[in-house]
């Protein structure tokens, strides 16, 4: 028989604890209307005539943990963004403008200049040479103001740099290598018909396999689950990633592009799903994902050399760590790099795993707004949030994970290398092995620690600033049919250059509390969708506008 519960007696503690919160309120209602929850105070000042006011503006936040409305509206964005350049029948950027008279004249004035700075050099004349500097670093800056990007020779001129072998390695097979030309855009092909379309891809990558694991992606047998080569592929993913693409393009003899997102596994592994413009056959991306690697030149560290119970000191006099019982330095980041020898085997070599899934599709396929939603589906969430933690065993694993994490050097930087023995580069004092500051000892990253999403530079001819701005632009079109200039950003028609932002900081006493912020980004929210809905029935669209359409202007 199911106990019924009685409702709490109205005035007492459990009665009132049932209430909801007024503040909880207003951010339920500020983020079903697409506003941030966590605005930022702007301080708008017209240096004409003085006027100031203080605008909320979104927090500009990517995890739903933070702001699930700025999230959402960054997923969006990223969303448009991978559908703007998967499917494009022309080049996305046009070549570039040859050089002016006046540039080359410059250019040439470069050249004269550096010819006189060898033969101070040559002179050891100190005193010509600053001069040449500065004379050279005029010439950059003419050049730049002419529309020049980048500098005609880089200001480094000692550049010491340690070589490897190029030479791949007995156990990878070998690729095919085409001259790449400069296309980004995939063939096309023609049906008995005569119908003439270009397909893309969507593929998927994955990492080795580091041990058995059950169907919610736990070990089998935990003690012989790999977990420090698991760690070390994580760190290093976005390399193998960029060797991926590099390979693929050497090998198909074209400018591939691709919208990429990082996600894991069930079992917490990198997993890498893009989408790439252009096809290419199934055997060819198995054959370059089979054959790509990386290998990481790192002095040894399998077997610690200190415990955390016995660490090497900082010494003041010689700016350096030391051992601690015969308190010799010990060997610094370059040192340890120069005793690797020509046949000793790489730190660690990372490779794909077996699972290469690609599949074909074309702009009007009605899958591809689901592939795109898909890509983009764990962006508003941290690695180790994307999948469900419910069990022991799943807790456990994720545990033994971070606890691998912690302890393997990130980078020539990472404290961690003094428990192998090795000063990291640029030593100072405070480093504690286990407490490095990377990205990659965090639990929320699983051990990546590079960017989310990887977009190729071709791929729509627009960054994601530019895509915003259009979206902007999109709003003001529809808001010009009724005469409106005000598009949320609080210039009131008034040009940029006559205006001046201050961020307005908690300690001070201008900055407005944050819920008087939310309901002013509320009411500011409910008026701009008011216009815009009026701008859209004069066009002849009976269609409302969405309290979280990314389109709307992106003050909080």
């Given at each position: 028989?199911?106990?019924?519960?009685?409702?709490?007696?109205?005035?007492?503690?459990?009665?009132?604890?049932?209430?909801?919160?007024?503040?909880?309120?207003?951010?339920?209602?500020?983020?079903?209307?697409?506003?941030?929850?966590?605005?930022?105070?702007?301080?708008?000042?017209?240096?004409?005539?003085?006027?100031?006011?203080?605008?909320?503006?979104?927090?500009?936040?990517?995890?739903?943990?933070?702001?699930?409305?700025?999230?959402?509206?960054?997923?969006?964005?990223?969303?448009?963004?991978?559908?703007?350049?998967?499917?494009?029948?022309?080049?996305?950027?046009?070549?570039?403008?040859?050089?002016?008279?006046?540039?080359?004249?410059?250019?040439?004035?470069?050249?004269?200049?550096?010819?006189?700075?060898?033969?101070?050099?040559?002179?050891?004349?100190?005193?010509?040479?600053?001069?040449?500097?500065?004379?050279?670093?005029?010439?950059?800056?003419?050049?730049?103001?002419?529309?020049?990007?980048?500098?005609?020779?880089?200001?480094?001129?000692?550049?010491?740099?340690?070589?490897?072998?190029?030479?791949?390695?007995?156990?990878?097979?070998?690729?095919?290598?085409?001259?790449?030309?400069?296309?980004?855009?995939?063939?096309?092909?023609?049906?008995?018909?005569?119908?003439?379309?270009?397909?893309?891809?969507?593929?998927?990558?994955?990492?080795?396999?580091?041990?058995?694991v059950t169907s919610e992606g736990t070990p089998v047998d935990p003690v012989s689950y790999d977990y420090r080569r698991a760690a070390r592929d994580a760190i290093h993913f976005p390399k193998l990633v960029d060797r991926f693409w590099q390979n693929m393009r050497r090998a198909v003899g074209w400018d591939i592009q691709y919208f990429a997102c990082l996600e894991p596994q069930r079992r917490l592994a990198p997993h890498?799903?893009?989408?790439?413009?252009?096809?290419?056959?199934?055997?060819?991306?198995?054959?370059?994902?089979?054959?790509?690697?990386?290998?990481?030149?790192?002095?040894?560290?399998?077997?610690?050399?200190?415990?955390?119970?016995?660490?090497?000191?900082?010494?003041?006099?010689?700016?350096?760590?030391?051992?601690?019982?015969?308190?010799?330095?010990?060997?610094?980041?370059?040192?340890?790099?120069?005793?690797?020898?020509?046949?000793?085997?790489?730190?660690?070599?990372?490779?794909?795993?077996?699972?290469?899934?690609?599949?074909?599709?074309?702009?009007?396929?009605?899958?591809?707004?689901?592939?795109?939603?898909?890509?983009?589906?764990?962006?508003?969430?941290?690695?180790?949030?994307?999948?469900?933690?419910?069990?022991?065993?799943?807790?456990?694993?994720?545990?033994?994970?971070?606890?691998?994490?912690?302890?393997?050097?990130?980078?020539?930087?990472?404290?961690?290398?003094?428990?192998?023995?090795?000063?990291?580069?640029?030593?100072?004092?405070?480093?504690?092995?286990?407490?490095?500051?990377?990205?990659?000892?965090?639990?929320?990253?699983?051990?990546?620690?590079?960017?989310?999403?990887?977009?190729?530079?071709?791929?729509?001819?627009?960054?994601?600033?530019?895509?915003?701005?259009?979206?902007?632009?999109?709003?003001?079109?529809?808001?010009?049919?009724?005469?409106?200039?005000?598009?949320?950003?609080?210039?009131?028609?008034?040009?940029?250059?006559?205006?001046?932002?201050?961020?307005?900081?908690?300690?001070?006493?201008?900055?407005?509390?944050?819920?008087?912020?939310?309901?002013?980004a509320v009411a500011d929210r409910h008026r701009w969708r008011a216009q815009l809905d009026a701008a859209r029935a004069a066009r002849g669209d009976p269609h409302p506008v969405s309290a979280t359409d990314p389109g709307m202007p992106r003050a909080a």
């Amino acid at each position: 028989m199911t106990e019924v519960s009685t409702p709490p007696a109205p005035g007492s503690r459990a009665a009132r604890l049932r209430q909801p919160l007024a503040r909880h309120v207003l951010e339920a209602v500020a983020a079903e209307n697409g506003v941030c929850i966590r605005p930022l105070a702007m301080r708008r000042v017209d240096v004409v005539t003085g006027e100031t006011e203080i605008i909320p503006v979104a927090c500009g936040a990517t995890l739903a943990s933070k702001c699930p409305p700025c999230a959402e509206r960054a997923r969006k964005l990223r969303m448009a963004q991978c559908k703007a350049g998967w499917h494009l029948d022309d080049e996305p950027l046009p070549d570039p403008d040859p050089p002016g008279d006046d540039a080359k004249t410059l250019v040439q004035l470069r050249a004269d200049l550096e010819a006189v700075r060898t033969d101070a050099v040559t002179g050891h004349d100190v005193d010509q040479i600053g001069e040449v500097d500065d004379l050279i670093s005029q010439v950059d800056t003419a050049l730049n103001d002419l529309g020049v990007r980048g500098k005609t020779a880089p200001d480094s001129r000692d550049r010491p740099r340690r070589t490897r072998s190029t030479k791949r390695r007995q156990d990878a097979p070998d690729l095919p290598r085409l001259p790449v030309d400069r296309r980004t855009v995939g063939r096309t092909f023609t049906s008995p018909a005569g119908t003439v379309w270009r397909p893309s891809m969507f593929l998927t990558l994955t990492c080795d396999s580091y041990g058995r694991v059950t169907s919610e992606g736990t070990p089998v047998d935990p003690v012989s689950y790999d977990y420090r080569r698991a760690a070390r592929d994580a760190i290093h993913f976005p390399k193998l990633v960029d060797r991926f693409w590099q390979n693929m393009r050497r090998a198909v003899g074209w400018d591939i592009q691709y919208f990429a997102c990082l996600e894991p596994q069930r079992r917490l592994a990198p997993h890498l799903h893009a989408a790439m413009r252009g096809t290419i056959p199934r055997v060819l991306l198995r054959q370059v994902a089979a054959a790509t690697y990386h290998q990481v030149w790192w002095p040894a560290c399998d077997r610690p050399v200190y415990g955390v119970d016995r660490l090497p000191a900082w010494d003041e006099e010689t700016d350096s760590y030391v051992d601690p019982d015969a308190h010799e330095p010990l060997p610094t980041w370059d040192e340890a790099l120069d005793a690797i020898g020509d046949d000793t085997e790489p730190t660690h070599v990372v490779r794909f795993g077996v699972q290469v899934r690609a599949d074909g599709v074309t702009a009007t396929n009605r899958n591809t707004g689901r592939l795109i939603g898909y890509l983009c589906k764990y962006l508003t969430k941290s690695l180790d949030t994307c999948h469900a933690i419910a069990t022991d065993a799943q807790r456990a694993h994720v545990d033994r994970l971070a606890d691998a994490l912690r302890y393997e050097p990130c980078s020539s930087g990472c404290s961690n290398w003094l428990l192998y023995g090795v000063q990291p580069k640029n030593p100072r004092a405070g480093l504690v092995p286990g407490r490095c500051k990377g990205k990659v000892h965090r639990r929320e990253t699983l051990g990546f620690g590079g960017r989310r999403v990887l977009v190729s530079r071709k791929w729509s001819g627009k960054s994601l600033a530019d895509h915003k701005e259009d979206r902007k632009t999109w709003i003001r079109e529809q808001l010009a049919v009724l005469g409106h200039t005000d598009t949320g950003d609080g210039g009131q028609g008034v040009a940029p250059d006559r205006v001046v932002w201050q961020l307005l900081h908690p300690g001070d006493p201008a900055t407005p509390r944050r819920e008087h912020l939310l309901l002013r980004a509320v009411a500011d929210r409910h008026r701009w969708r008011a216009q815009l809905d009026a701008a859209r029935a004069a066009r002849g669209d009976p269609h409302p506008v969405s309290a979280t359409d990314p389109g709307m202007p992106r003050a909080a």
